[in-house]
C-alpha cells in the first residue's frame, strides 16, 4: 500500500487530518443548526412534491444473465448511487442501498420513490463493494447486513475510507480495504484509489468529520472506472483527470443540489456533473444519486431534463453523459 499525497501539515500528517477529524482540501464554511432549521423553514413554502407523486417507470434487465457474466462489459444503475459495474470479469457494487428509506430507522425518514432496479438476491458474485462514506442514503446498514449473508462464501472485498473499517468489523465484514486519498491497492484482479471528494460525514448528531469520505477509480486490465459518492465542485476533478485519466466510465452525481445557498458545497448541480465529466477526462458518464429519494427540494425528475438541455450547449456527444432508467442495463462497447 503505497500513499503518494505530497500535502502535509507540520506534523508530518496529510492536511485534511486535523486531530482525530477531517478537513476538504477547499473548506467551506460549514452550515449549522440555524441554517438547517432555515432551509426546512423556507422549504415549507415550496410546495415540494411529495414522494408519492413520482411515478418512475423500472426497466426491465435480465437478472440470469447478469449472475451469470463474466465476458460482456456492462453497467446497471440499481437507484441512487448504486451500480452494478461489470467490468472484465469483475463486479463491482456501489454505495449499496436496497432498503425503503434512507434513514436508521425504516419507519422514518427519505422513503424510495422506486423500489431497486435489482434486487439484492439477483446480484451476481461479487468482488468488489465501493462505499463513498457514512451518510444514510450511501451506506445503509439494512443493505450490508443482508449482503454479508447472501455474499459470504464469496467475501467481496469491501473499500472502505479511512476509519470506516471498525463500522463493518462491528457487523463481522473483515474482509475490508481502509485506504486515506491517494493511497491504493492490488489486488490480482484489480487495482484501487481513493480519491479526494469535498464533502462530510456524519452518523450521529456526536460525530462531525471522524470518518473519511472518498471516491474511488478502479483499474481492471485496461478498462478504468471513476466512482464520485457524493461531492461539491472544486479543482480536484481536473487534478484526479490528469494525474489519473482519462476514464472509461465515470459515475457521477446529479441531484440533490437545491437550494444551492445550503447545498452548493456539498452537492453539485447538473451543469456541475458535466463540467465534471470534462474536467476529469471522462470518455463516458453515467449520472447517478437522482429520482430515489426526496433529499432536496429541486424535483426527483429534474435532473434528466437539465442534463438533457444542457449537454448541445456544453459540446458534450449525447452518448458521453447518459441518464439510465431504474434497473437499465447498458453494455459497455
Known amino acids: 500500500m503505497i500513499q503518494s499525497c505530497s500535502a502535509q501539515s507540520k506534523n508530518n500528517s496529510p492536511i485534511h487530518h486535523r486531530g482525530d477529524r477531517f478537513v476538504n482540501l477547499y473548506p467551506f464554511k460549514e452550515l449549522g443548526f440555524f441554517d438547517l432549521l432555515k432551509w426546512r423553514w423556507q422549504r415549507s413554502d415550496k410546495n415540494i412534491p411529495q414522494v408519492d407523486s413520482y411515478h418512475f417507470p423500472l426497466a426491465h434487465n435480465d437478472p440470469e444473465f447478469l449472475r451469470r457474466n463474466r465476458t460482456e462489459n456492462t453497467v446497471t444503475w ?157 479543482p480536484l476533478f481536473k487534478e484526479i483527470g490528469k494525474r489519473l485519466g482519462p476514464f472509461d466510465l465515470c459515475a457521477i452525481p446529479i441531484g440533490a443540489y437545491e437550494p444551492r445557498w445550503f447545498m452548493k458545497n456539498q452537492h453539485i448541480s447538473p451543469e456541475e456533473s458535466l463540467l465534471i465529466h470534462k474536467d476529469a477526462n471522462c470518455k463516458r458518464s453515467i449520472g447517478i444519486h437522482w429520482g430515489t429519494f426526496v433529499l432536496t427540494d429541486e424535483p426527483l425528475d429534474e435532473p434528466p431534463r437539465i442534463i438533457a438541455e444542457l449537454k448541445p450547449e456544453m459540446g458534450i456527444a449525447d452518448d458521453e453523459f447518459i441518464v439510465l432508467q431504474h434497473g437499465e442495463t447498458m453494455i459497455l462497447e
Not at 419507519?107 to 468482488?127: N, T
Not at 491504493?184 to 487495482?191: L, P, S
Not at 448528531?205 to 477509480?217: C, I, K, Q, R, S
Open 78 to 234: 440499481i437507484g441512487h448511487s448504486t451500480l452494478l459495474i461489470q467490468v472484465n470479469g469483475v463486479n463491482i457494487l456501489t454505495d449499496p442501498h436496497f432498503s425503503e428509506r434512507a434513514s436508521p430507522l425504516q419507519w422514518i425518514g427519505p422513503k424510495r420513490a422506486v423500489q431497486p432496479g435489482l434486487k439484492m438476491e439477483d446480484l451476481p458474485d461479487l468482488d468488489l463493494i465501493l462505499i463513498s462514506h457514512n451518510h444514510y442514503d450511501h451506506l445503509d446498514s439494512g443493505s450490508i447486513s443482508r449482503l454479508k449473508q447472501l455474499q459470504n462464501e464469496i467475501a467481496p472485498t469491501f473499500a472502505v475510507p479511512l476509519k470506516l473499517k471498525k463500522w463493518f468489523a462491528d457487523k463481522g465484514i473483515k474482509n475490508v480495504l481502509e485506504l486515506d486519498w491517494w493511497q491504493f491497492e492490488k489486488t490480482v484482479n484489480f487495482e484501487i484509489i481513493a480519491v479526494p471528494m469535498q464533502h462530510w460525514s456524519k452518523r450521529n448528531p456526536f460525530a462531525n468529520n471522524d470518518t473519511l469520505w472518498a471516491g474511488w477509480v478502479v483499474k481492471i486490465k485496461e478498462f478504468k472506472f471513476f466512482f464520485l459518492g457524493d461531492t461539491g465542485y472544486t
